[in-house]
Structures are given as structure tokens and as C-alpha cells.
């Protein structure tokens, strides 16, 4: 007996793709904010051990946000490419 390949199933795996390319782009997103934020409290760490006081704590919030960018990239290259849009100018 052979597949008679449906067009509703071809529907389903179009939404399905798109609805993994927009989770992509949320993600990248997410990613792009906390990576921003281990910069801003790795920055924080840095002024608060110069000007001598208790900065380990600041560190460590650093690094663990860093570990969950690094996480979130991982499951990022899981999920298929973003096609880049232009504007018609």
C-alpha cells in the first residue's frame, strides 16, 4: 500500500515551520536582552570591586545569566534559520 501524500499535511508542516520561526525570533530576542544584562551587571561587578566594596555577589549573577544565554543559544540552534526581511524603500 503506498503514502498518497495529502496537501493538508503539507499545510500543517508550513504552520508548524512558521510557528518555529517565530518562537526563533522571540528567542533571539530573549537572548540578545540578557546578553545585555551580563554585560550591564558584569559592568556593576567591576565598578563595585574598584571602589572596594562586596562585588562577588554581582560576579556570580554574571555568570549565571551568562550560562543561561549560553543555554538558550543552544536550544536557539535547534530551531531553523530566521530569513532575513528587507524594506522596499
Known amino acids: 500500500m503506498r503514502y498518497v501524500d495529502d496537501?493538508?499535511?503539507d499545510e500543517f508542516d508550513r504552520?508548524?515551520?512558521?510557528?518555529?520561526v517565530r518562537i526563533a525570533e522571540h528567542l533571539e530576542a530573549v537572548i540578545g536582552f540578557l546578553a545585555f544584562a551580563v554585560?550591564?551587571?558584569a559592568g556593576i561587578g567591576v565598578y563595585?570591586?574598584?571602589t572596594g566594596q562586596q562585588a562577588?555577589?554581582?560576579f556570580v549573577g554574571a555568570v549565571v545569566l551568562a550560562v543561561v544565554v549560553v543555554g538558550l543559544w543552544r536550544l536557539r540552534r535547534r530551531l531553523?534559520?530566521?530569513p532575513v526581511r528587507r524594506?522596499?524603500?
Open 87 to 89: 524594506r522596499a524603500s
Open 7 to 9: 496537501d493538508d499535511e
Open 15 to 20: 504552520e508548524d515551520e512558521l510557528r518555529r
Open 56 to 58: 562577588w555577589t554581582w
Open 80 to 82: 531553523p534559520r530566521v
Open 48 to 50: 563595585t570591586a574598584v
Open 39 to 41: 554585560i550591564a551587571v
